[in-house]
């Protein structure tokens, strides 16, 4: 059993456990409480396999500790568990022929590729996000650092610019943030 568990958590990210079972972890790693009915994110979920701790329970540990607490299993049952609802077709439990192995394994592959081009996604997403709201803020600042003093002074370039762009640069900013936003809600 030992060298399954190893196996188990090397497969697995806490991360992708507790959305499994229906958990939305957010940005900082936090989600609610799966031990108790706080209404506000007090568990947090760490990155990769270092596991998770619910403040609100006390209660932590890695993922196979999660699904043991959660779902009232022994250490065995859990492992087998995870096995099973991840379709890592380890040798626990039922003896899976080769096959049964490979197909596993193939999916846990794809489950591995759509977490990476999700997490390439959100990156793509926030950088458009980010050079959106820097754009923007380039244009405001030349706008009001370049504004005519009197309304007898002549435009200058650098205003007129501003001016002649800022609205489309504000129409990109509020739709890079709309995606984001999309995405982030599709995500959690």
Known sequence: MGNCSDEIKSRLT????????GFSVNRGGFCLSPFSDEKTPSC???????????????NGGDIIDFVRMYFGLSFPAACEKLNVDFQLGLPIGKQHSRQEQIEAQRKAEERKKAIEDRKKRAESLQKAYDDALTEWIRLDTIKRECAPESPETPFSTAFAYA??????????????????YRFRKESY
Request: proline residues 0%.
């Open 14 to 21: 806490a991360r992708e456990v507790f959305e499994f079972y």
């Open 44 to 58: 947090k979920v760490y990155d990769g396999q270092r596991g998770w701790h619910d403040f609100s329970s006390n």
């Open 163 to 180: 001016l002649r762009n800022i609205d489309g640069a504000a129409y990109r900013l509020a739709e890079a943030e709309a995606n984001l």
